[in-house]
């Protein structure tokens, strides 16, 4: 017997059916809700309540996050968003179109993930415009902390949704 049938028939290689494409789907969504712009959300959280220390951390943390990122999106950001728009059109015609579904996969994982990226653009570019400080700032992670958890729990209900329809699917058509 060929060895890639054995482990094919062993290792469940569908992505919808496969424990580690919801385990890693957990995880993305995790990590992007607790870094905000590349700052841990606890720090937010620790700073509203010591204030003094803790809110100089954060506003440093959060500058040099800021100033990082937009310094990548001015220099290479068109380039970032046709490289970025290309690959999600290849993964969204391969995997709906042609029907991969490792690609509708990767699709519905990258497509949220790149509305995230370009509100943290907008998120850091205002920051840096109204020079924000102290609880307007803290208020302005928390309400993108928000909204990236609003993209997260569609992004999880809109995969739950058709990961069950591609799996009904299969166990139907046998395939």
């Excluded at 919801?22 to 990590?31: H, M």
């Excluded at 969204?92 to 042609?98: I, T």
């Amino acid at each position: 017997m060929d060895w890639y049938l054995i482990v094919f028939e062993t290792i469940d290689m569908r992505s919808f059916s496969n424990l580690w494409f919801w385990i890693a789907l957990a995880v993305v969504w995790s990590t992007a809700s607790h870094w905000v712009l590349g700052v841990p959300f606890d720090m937010v959280i620790r700073a509203r309540r010591h204030g003094e220390q803790a809110a100089e951390d954060l506003e440093d943390m959060t500058r040099i996050n800021v100033n990082r990122l937009l310094l990548i999106a001015e220099g290479a950001g068109l380039w970032i968003v046709a490289l970025g728009s290309a690959v999600l059109s290849v993964l969204a015609v391969s995997g709906f179109v042609y029907g991969v579904e490792l690609m509708q996969a990767l699709f519905l994982l990258g497509f949220p993930m790149s509305m995230v990226g370009l509100m943290s653009v907008a998120t850091a570019a205002r920051i840096r415009r109204d020079a924000l400080s102290g609880p307007d700032l803290w208020k302005r992670l928390t309400s993108h902390r928000f909204w990236t958890q609003v993209i997260g729990m569609l992004s999880i209900f809109v995969t739950a949704l058709w990961g069950m329809f591609q799996n009904m699917s299969h166990s139907i058509l046998g395939g």
